[in-house]
């Protein structure tokens, strides 16, 4: 079966996952986002790629770093960009995701970026549009349950190009909740199929998932041993609106063992990188020290993200 | 036999320098047109640093045929508003290029004016665009691309090939 996300020439039809994505395409993502960035710093900081289009924001979920990228970003392609409020929708009134789909669609949309609760929303979506034979409309992951945060992914991955250069020779570490994190899922395929020769994740037992071994990472539950000699260090947000049961004592027993301090960052290398997706927990999973200090690439991270999902947006609308 | 492309660059050099206003800016367009425009940047001793454009974001069939798969960052290294501007491109053709160049020139400001210097011009217009300067003019049959290649030394080449 061919990979949902693909077209028949190969090309990128939707972004659901970065699972299953080859190396070229990730990369070609990465190579066509660098010349979007230049815009940012034009007096006209607009490209004419999408005039006409219609993008509709279908957050499911609440999202605010997420969402307004995605509509500076579809903005600055020239698209007309609608943000539906879901929970003051017709959903609230009963109506199911599909039949949304389907009045927007016969609203000429032309992109659906999608953040959803449920793992597979998009994915669900994008086979529908495809059952419809409306193959010209295509579908963004902006994020769904557990399962993936493609362009919280490419951007991450974007961001470490940008400061390492490269991928081969890197020990990057993912710290924190990896259990209930989709962009943990996201990143760890990323590093993976861009050739990152060791990607580590360090967590407390109760917040790692069981077989996380299996996609090729190293475990540690031991954060200082986990960081030693990293290059990169991306803490995750530990997801208070997720947790069900004592899965953690407190968030202060928590910043005690995981939360990334100037103390635990000397482990690392000198040069090393600290990266967030955002919104930040200060004082649950990292210090203000950190997250404010010289090694942090967080904002730069926000920024970047518009250029990746400019390019996003591009290749798929290009077909 | 096709154009010696390094003859035609000291020409194109020659017929610009005369009144050529100091703070003309010259804009080369990826990739034949950067090298076009380099030779001519040297050759005319010029103050304001060269700019280059890739149009791909701009071009008139992205619908059609999407993104060009290896972009290049456009680079406009100076002021644009009221700056005098020479887009040069190695091949001018269906004038759709030099269309896309100029609006995205006008996304960075205002210029002066802006003129057109070619190596070739082939004929095959589809826009009202003439350029100020061309070298060359040369019959090219539809169907077949002209192209300037570099070689590893520097030099640079005309190539005629099957579209």
């Known amino acids: ?319 | 036999m096709l154009p010696d492309a390094e003859r035609l660059c000291v020409a194109l050099a020659d017929s610009l320098r005369p009144g050529l206003p100091p703070d003309s800016a010259l804009v080369g367009i990826h990739t034949g047109g950067v090298w076009v425009a380099e030779r001519l940047h040297a050759a005319l001793g010029l103050k304001t640093p060269l700019g280059r454009l890739d149009v791909s974001f701009y071009r008139d069939d992205f619908s059609r045929s999407g993104l060009h798969p290896q972009i290049k960052s456009s680079d406009i290294p100076f002021e644009v508003n009221d700056r005098p501007i020479i887009i040069v491109d190695d091949v001018l053709y269906t004038g759709r290029t030099i269309r896309a160049a100029m609006n995205e020139i006008f996304d960075y400001g205002r210029p002066a004016r802006i003129d057109l210097a070619v190596l070739i011009d082939r004929g095959g217009r589809e826009l009202p665009v003439c350029p100020r300067w061309a070298a060359q003019t040369l019959q090219v049959e539809p169907g077949r691309n002209l192209q300037l290649e570099r070689s590893e030394a520097g030099l640079l080449t005309l190539r005629l090939i099957d579209a």
Do not use: W
């Open chain 1, 1 to 319: 079966m061919r990979n949902p996300q693909l077209n028949k020439n190969g090309g990128l039809q939707h972004l659901l996952t970065i699972d299953g994505l080859p190396r070229e395409i990730l990369s070609t993502i990465l190579d066509t986002a660098a010349p979007f960035s230049e815009v940012a710093e034009r007096e006209v900081k607009k490209l004419p790629l999408l005039r006409g289009k219609s993008v509709f924001n279908l957050f499911f979920e609440s999202s605010t770093r997420t969402r307004t990228t995605f509509e500076i970003a579809a903005k600055r392609l020239s698209a007309d960009v609608i943000n539906l409020n879901i929970s003051t929708s017709s959903t609230s009134k009963g109506e199911t995701l599909l039949d949304t789909v389907d009045n927007l669609c016969a609203m000429q949309a032309d992109m659906f970026v999608v953040r959803h609760a449920s793992s597979g929303a998009p994915f669900l979506i994008a086979q529908h549009l495809a059952a419809m034979g409306l193959e010209h409309i295509h579908v963004i992951n902006a994020g769904d349950g557990r399962h993936a945060h493609p362009t919280q992914g490419l951007l991450d991955m974007y961001t470490i190009r940008h400061y390492k250069k490269t991928f081969a020779n890197l020990v990057v570490a993912i710290v924190g909740d990896v259990l209930h994190s989709r962009v943990a899922r996201s990143q760890i395929h990323a590093l993976i199929t861009l050739g990152v020769p060791e990607v580590r994740v360090i967590g407390p037992k109760t917040l790692i998932p069981t077989d996380v071994d299996k996609l090729g990472v190293r475990v540690f539950h031991d954060m200082r041993a986990g960081l030693k000699d990293v290059d990169v260090v991306m803490m995750l947000r530990l997801q208070n609106e997720r947790m069900q049961g004592a899965l953690l004592p407190s968030p202060q027993e928590f910043f005690k063992y995981y939360g990334l301090t100037a103390d635990k960052l000397e482990c690392a290398r000198p040069d090393a990188i600290v990266m967030h997706p955002g919104p930040m927990n200060r004082g649950v999973e990292i210090d203000s020290a950190v997250a404010d200090g010289p090694h942090a690439v967080i904002l730069p991270q926000v920024t970047f993200g518009i250029a990746v999902r400019m390019a996003v947006m591009s290749m798929l609308a290009g077909g």
